[in-house]
């Protein structure tokens, strides 16, 4: 069956402006999570949806927003970018909520802030 | 603030067992274990999850020691295809919310 799948894959912008990463999961999973990753701070979790609502949440500012339809797929959004936004933008889903077993990634969203 | 220590890089010959450690000294009884392997330009992959017993599939073992302030990742036989960065990872929970906490990863290089 089809992988997790984000869009799109490459993208840049400029301070000040807002950005919409797309991830679409595995047929089924009802579980999506982002994460950042960066050569300085590594890979961190930003948040998790679950059916629709936000179930659990990392420590990023109120900039860094998401959500999910009802088909499951998620949205992030990053507003305001700063430079220290660039980075690679993964995201996952799972059968499970909570974070529990097993998460299925995708190839990531690159995003370059000018 | 959980934490997990792992050393920046590992080498390994093919056909041997590769050994990675994670010290995790912080975390509580009821925080699972995880680790993911990234290989480059990919999305990180699942490898295995414990809790407080060892647990073994067909990738590889995971040792977690009786006080569970450390694990130790075993690939019985690397091959070449198992170079790439392995994070060891704690699932936390933080004022209300659950969070994974990453390491920062070890790189493995398999030689022949």
């Known amino acids: 069956k089809a992988g997790v799948t984000q869009t799109p894959r490459y993208l840049i912008k400029t301070r000040g402006q807002q950005v919409t990463l797309s991830c679409s999961p595995i047929s089924g999973h009802r579980s999506v999570s982002w994460y950042q990753q960066t050569p300085g701070q590594g890979l961190q979790f930003l948040f998790e949806?679950?059916?629709?609502?936000?179930?659990n949440k990392g420590n990023f500012p109120g900039r860094f927003s998401g959500r999910q339809f009802s088909n499951s797929r998620s949205e992030m959004n990053v507003s305001t970018l700063e430079l220290g936004d660039s980075a690679l933008y993964l995201c996952?889903?799972?059968?499970?909520?909570?974070?529990?077993?097993?998460?299925?990634f995708g190839e990531g969203s690159r995003l370059t802030v000018l | 603030d959980a934490k997990t220590t792992q050393p920046p890089s590992m080498d390994c010959a093919e056909g041997r067992a590769a050994n990675l450690p994670c010290n995790h000294s912080?975390?509580?009884?009821?925080?699972?274990v995880y680790w993911y392997r990234q290989i480059h330009s990919q999305g990180p992959q699942y490898i295995i999850h414990g809790l407080k017993n060892n647990e073994t599939n067909e990738m590889a073992s995971l040792i977690i020691t009786e006080d569970r302030k450390s694990s130790t990742l075993i690939l019985p036989h690397a091959t070449l295809r198992d170079t790439a960065v392995y994070y060891c990872?704690?699932?936390?929970?933080?004022?209300?919310?659950?969070?994974?906490?990453f390491g920062t990863g070890t790189r493995l290089l398999v030689s022949p």
């Open positions: 949806y679950f059916s629709e609502t936000q179930r």
């Open positions: 996952a889903s799972s059968s499970r909520g909570g974070l529990s077993g097993e998460l299925f």
């Open positions: 912080t975390i509580s009884g009821n925080e699972y």
């Open positions: 990872i704690v699932r936390v929970m933080d004022t209300g919310f659950q969070k994974l906490v």
